[in-house]
């Protein structure tokens, strides 16, 4: 498939939000008439439905227990989590958790349902007997005896919860069901529940359970018209543990093998498959996988593909013309089922994290109906598609009723679970085709789609949590979108900025690079390509020291010229005679010179990144992050020091002016580390910068040409070149520079030993005076995951916080001490996750984890292994290219105790040890003993585990349900405390203050003469 036929759809993508509506409306719009027959239509449904009918107890206690009530998002949270977790202690404390604190007496009653009613009043008795606060010796009794009582009643409410959108255990159960009452009159499509899939051999196992679905649903197909048979339908990620735009290169073409596969066996089972839609960033690969499929000869005569389409995302009516296209092509019917989307809170939040330039969805719920309509007017209009028509809104489902006049060639399709009245009416008085979507499989599987549909029925937004709402008239029910959206001329959310602006006012976000728009990934690399060309060709100045690749050594990066006695004293000499006058500066002044570095950095973006990947060895989407860190600091301490760094004028007496001002304090030295050879050298010199300080920046000796960079940008920015000195060299140049006592203060980012000799030495002269000394040091950061927590989720943090940048991170998660009930399973797929991880050379794009520094670390960390070869739970292989680089395998380690980790192992090497239920308590403890305090990672759905660590962990970032890198500038402002670092936090509101002095002046204004201002205050007053 040619990338130009996804010209349209990444058009789309990137036209504004009002753009795109207003190119559908025409197509969403119904005329009058027609609106008035669709309204008639709708109220009829509506009242049917709310005369309760058809509304199930489930629809009502949803809507009792919405999302906007407290009880609502802890039942959410019980339902997420219960069903998994294996041991009594645990549960016990989540359902505490969880129904302790609800009102749920302000419930009892209050539902029209006896059976919501009745659901209240169990769960008024769960919270008495968890209730520990309550005391007397029967309740006490009660309390003891009503512990497995009360596991068995909330494990069967939850239970009861999942089988209302699950229709069985396996396919036969759910065959068996489908045949059974009211459902008898609907089609099916089974989905084998399951997704995300980490390793290869749950991918395998969903696999397997696919064909079995298949071939049995076909066994059981009476029906002639291949169309009204029962289908299967598939997540693409349940079939794949790396399903990701990065690693489409593989992913894609073994995707397509295996949808293949179950394609050959729908068409020799005679039943259809449809392919499910999941996240943006998916749907061009997902798209290339239909198209191979659609194309594959030995299918030409089966018309059983199928697809989902998300109306909620901006792309839908292209992907619908290319669906169009698609079957036109290859000459066959197509059905594409038309959603609105199930992970609308996952992609808002998931652009702002990334810096994406805008959103892939619409911002507005009536947006998403507006392209819904506009796409199913497309759908019927295309001759060789199949509409059909997922949806649970009655005013939707009217709409196109009445737009499909008497034509039947299209489907409605809805969840297991929900929207039953809605089409059994539709069925039997219009004759509509209706088809449900009925998931099958375990409850382990069961809870990613149960929190879907939990989410989807608790919403305020959403129809079927509008339709259970008595205060919402008809009117609300019946409103049309296409009106909404033309009043306000398709405005965007005005409660949803772009991710540009997530920061409001005081800065602009930092840009990302959408990683699954391939031609904004190529233009990155092909500029990358050049600035290697380029740096590789520079010989550098006379007597200079060659940089070479940590990937490949036999690779030169540039060379660099290291400082000596004689550059660092004309710097330090010039440093001084400049800093009065860049003090003198207003902060205005100052804090625009970053502003312009931050726009600087942005425009050199791919240069930057060429130079974080071949001289530091990081991934792609590691050198992304390390300039978008950089640019934050920027802007970040722009804003701070406009805020905070400007003259504050006191209380005091009359007669007397009193005026608090901060001053730069000198030269400062920044020293920084080799990890973030630009965020972390940037930030600190900015810092300095801003607060009017003029500075010696001293790099490490592994990343001098970052750092050079760095600093032609500051100077370009605006930074005078006397102020600001870069001074290239090892451990003897730092240490040359910090015994100076010109040097005013130091900011530090290395090793606690180093900085501790730092420390020496700033005292060690005693003429010097005292100079502060900001130090982020290292950490050994546990994560504690007990068995509530999420295994997928874990594992992906896991691998993310240990191996992410090979574990050089000072935040890097170095101990994992996991709950011993769910150790095994979580090992085990950790081990099967880390088996799919890419490691190699870095400027290849799909590749997970680069090289180790340098040939000194590698040796370290090589011989650490060795050392332990017998305690080694899982490695990654190495691939025979790593051979010239510094590659070090991830590695899993088992420790025996806490306690046995002293070192920090600064890089890919993991260590795990297990603890009982009851001692959670002890291991933060027994962690915070070792006097570290930098980062700790906590994976817990209990509120009150969560609020334990909280309480007790000395640590300066505390990561709780993810993953513990990635500190955000001004949103985790990052920095530890004991042996990890002096503070104050880097990228948070204190950290200027350290870089200045502060000065007050008190001027008594009646020296000269009388107290003029109080004089005249009466007449002021008066006047
Ligand atoms: C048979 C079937 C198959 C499905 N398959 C898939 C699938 O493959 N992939 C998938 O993602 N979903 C799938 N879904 C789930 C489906 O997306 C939801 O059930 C659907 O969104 C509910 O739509 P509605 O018309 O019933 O509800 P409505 O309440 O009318 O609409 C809800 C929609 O509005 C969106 N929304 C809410 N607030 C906003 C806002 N501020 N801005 C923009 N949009 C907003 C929601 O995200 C949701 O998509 C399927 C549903 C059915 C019935």
Redesign the pocket.
């Known amino acids: 498939m040619s990338d130009t036929e996804f010209t349209a759809l990444r058009a789309l993508y990137r036209l504004p939000e009002p753009e795109v509506l207003q190119a559908l409306l025409p197509a969403a719009a119904s005329t009058p008439q027609e609106l008035d027959s669709i309204r008639e239509r709708a109220r009829g449904l509506i009242a049917e439905l709310r005369a309760g009918r058809h509304l199930g107890w489930i629809d009502r206690f949803l809507h009792e227990y919405g999302l906007n009530t407290e009880e609502g998002v802890a039942l959410l949270g019980l339902a997420e989590a219960y069903l998994r977790v294996p041991d009594a202690f645990t549960a016990d404390r989540l359902v505490q958790d969880k129904i302790g604190p609800g009102d749920w007496g302000a419930h009892a009653g209050a539902s029209p349902s006896l059976r919501v009613n009745g659901a209240t009043l169990g769960l008024m008795l769960t919270r008495y007997l968890v209730d520990e606060a309550e005391g007397g010796p029967v309740r006490r009794l009660v309390h003891r005896m009503g512990e497995p009582a009360v596991r068995a009643g909330v494990a069967a409410a939850m239970q009861m919860m999942g089988e209302q959108f699950v229709l069985g255990r396996d396919i036969d159960e759910g065959l068996k069901r489908s045949r059974r009452g009211a459902g008898a009159i609907f089609r099916y499509s089974f989905d084998m529940l399951g997704e995300g899939a980490r390793t290869r051999a749950d991918a395998a196992d969903y696999q397997a359970a696919y064909l079995e679905a298949i071939a049995a649903v076909g066994r059981s197909a009476e029906d002639e018209d291949v169309f009204a048979r029962d289908t299967v339908s598939v997540k693409l990620s349940a079939l794949h543990p790396r399903y990701e735009p990065l690693q489409a290169d593989r992913c894609v073409p073994e995707l397509t093998a295996l949808v293949l596969q179950l394609a050959h066996a729908a068409k020799a089972a005679g039943i259809g498959l449809t392919i ?3 996240e943006a960033d998916r749907l061009e690969m997902s798209l290339r996988i239909i198209a191979s499929v659609m194309a594959d000869p030995a299918l030409k005569d089966w018309e059983g593909l199928g697809m ?1 389409v ?1 109306a ?1 995302q901006r792309r839908a009516a292209a992907v619908v013309t290319w669906a169009d296209q698609l079957s036109r092509a290859s000459g066959k019917r197509m059905t594409v ?1 038309l ?6 809170d996952t992609e808002i939040k998931r652009a702002q994290e990334q810096g994406l330039v805008d959103y892939p ?5 009536a ?3 507006v392209s819904y309509l506009a796409c199913a007017r497309a759908l019927l209009a295309a001759p060789r598609l199949y509409p059909a028509f ?4 009655a005013l ?1 489902a009217a709409t196109i009723m009445q737009w499909a006049g008497a034509r039947r060639d299209f489907e409605f ?3 297991h679970g929900m929207g039953v009245g809605l089409y059994e009416g539709l069925i039997e008085h219009a004759g509509v085709n209706a088809r449900v ?1 009925a998931p099958v499989g375990g409850y382990r599987d069961l809870l990613a789609y149960l929190v879907r549909r939990l989410l ?1 029925n608790g919403a305020n ?4 949590n509008q339709l259970a709402d008595p205060t919402i008239g008809e009117a609300g029910l019946l409103a049309d979108p296409v009106a909404a959206i033309r009043q306000v001329g398709g405005a965007p ?1 005005p409660k949803i900025p772009r991710p540009a602006d997530l920061y409001g006012a005081e800065r602009r976000n930092s840009q990302g690079l959408d990683l699954s728009d391939p031609p904004a990934v190529s233009a990155v690399l092909a500029e990358m390509q050049k600035a290697w060309a380029a740096e590789a060709a520079d010989p550098g100045p006379p007597g200079a020291r060659l940089v070479l690749d940590p990937a490949d050594h036999r690779r030169i990066v540039g060379a660099v010229r290291e400082a000596d006695a004689d550059a660092c004293g004309r710097a330090l000499a010039a440093a001084v005679a400049a800093q009065p006058a860049w003090a003198a500066r207003p902060v205005e002044a100052r804090a625009a010179c970053l502003d312009r570095l931050a726009d600087l950095l942005e425009a050199r973006r791919p240069q930057l990144m060429a130079l974080a990947v071949r001289e530091a060895g990081k991934t792609l989407a590691d050198a992304i992050g390390e300039v978008r860190e950089a640019v934050d600091f920027c802007r970040y301490y722009a804003a701070r020091a406009r805020q905070d760094l400007q003259p504050l004028t006191l209380p005091g007496p009359t007669g007397e002016t009193n005026e608090l001002r901060m001053v730069g304090r000198g030269v400062f030295l920044c020293i920084s580390p080799w990890n973030f050879p630009l965020a972390i050298f940037t930030g600190q010199v900015v810092a300095a910068l801003v607060s009017g300080d003029s500075v010696i920046a001293k790099p490490a000796p592994q990343t001098p040409l970052m750092a050079r960079r760095a600093v032609a940008l500051m100077h370009e920015a605006g930074v005078p070149e006397d102020v600001l000195h870069l001074l290239p060299g090892g451990p003897d140049v730092g240490q040359a520079l910090v015994s100076d006592r010109r040097v005013a203060g130091v900011a530090f980012t290395g090793s606690t030993a180093t900085a501790r000799r730092i420390a020496r030495t700033l005292l060690e002269d005693d003429q010097r005076p005292l100079s502060p000394l900001i130090a982020e040091t290292g950490g050994l950061n546990a994560m504690i995951v007990d068995s509530t927590a999420l295994p997928e989720q874990v594992v992906a943090d896991v691998i993310t916080s240990a191996f992410r940048s090979a574990g050089q991170r000072c935040s890097a998660l170095r101990l994992l001490c996991l709950q011993e009930d769910v150790a095994p399973a979580i090992l085990e797929m950790l081990e099967g996750a880390m088996a799919e991880l890419r490691i190699g050379d870095p400027a290849d794009p799909s590749v997970d984890v680069g090289p180790v520094i340098d040939a000194a670390a590698a040796e370290r960390l090589r011989g650490y292994i060795a050392r332990n070869a017998g305690r080694v739970l899982a490695a990654c292989a190495l691939p025979p290219a790593a051979a010239d680089g510094h590659f070090v395998p991830p590695t899993v380690i088992r420790l025996d105790r806490i306690e046995d980790l002293t070192e920090e192992w600064f890089g890919p090497i993991l260590h795990v040890v297990t603890w009982r239920a009851e001692e959670l308590e002890a291991v933060v403890r027994r962690i915070n003993a070792s006097g570290f305090g930098l980062t700790m990672g906590l994976h817990s759905r209990v509120g009150s585990a969560q609020g334990l660590v909280r309480s007790l962990a000395r640590v300066g970032n505390l990561y709780v349900n993810r993953s513990m890198i990635g500190a955000v500038v001004g949103v985790q402002p990052f920095g530890g405390e004991g042996l990890s670092g002096t503070g104050p936090k880097a990228g948070g509101p204190h950290y200027l203050h350290r870089f200045v002095v502060e000065r007050t002046v008190s001027i008594d204004t009646t020296s000269a003469g009388g107290n003029a201002s109080l004089m005249t205050l009466d007449a002021s007053l008066e006047g």
């Open positions: 499910d839609a999941e989902a998300q909620y089922r959603v609105k989307g199930a992970y609308w969805v619409f911002t507005r719920k947006a998403t109906d997922a949806t649970h809104n939707t399709q809805r969840l979507y989807e937004s959403s129809f079927v959310h």
